[in-house]
């Protein structure tokens, strides 16, 4: 799972960027923290922000206490309504309305 940052947070993270550049052009200011150590940072606030979304909103077994059927595993697409879910022992082929294949 990679999961999905919202815009705000990478925007953000794009702004503490450019800002920390431009800094370093305009004043040929130094900072203690070398650009790939900064950059790392950067990453890291965006990993976090992912996995925070992942535990609360994402996961399988929070989307199953919302009442929502997830059923794991490589999804063929058969029609505008079928889908065929297999794992590594067995397969199952979902009909319905509405869904979400990820």
Do not use: H
Not at 32 to 61: C, H, Q, T
Not at 66 to 81: F, M, N, S, T
């Amino acid at each position: 799972w990679t999961g999905c940052v919202p815009s705000k947070t990478l925007l953000a993270e794009a702004k503490k960027c450019w800002t920390w550049r431009k800094m370093n052009e305009k004043y040929c200011a130094t900072t203690n923290l070398p650009l790939r150590e900064f950059l790392s940072d950067v990453k890291g606030r965006i990993d976090d922000a992912r996995e925070f979304i992942y535990a609360e909103d994402d996961s399988p077994e929070v989307l199953r206490t919302l009442g929502i059927d997830v059923i794991e595993g490589k999804a063929q697409l058969l029609g505008p309504r079928e889908v065929v879910v297999s794992d590594s022992s067995s397969s199952r082929c979902v009909k319905a309305k509405f869904g979400i294949v990820v």
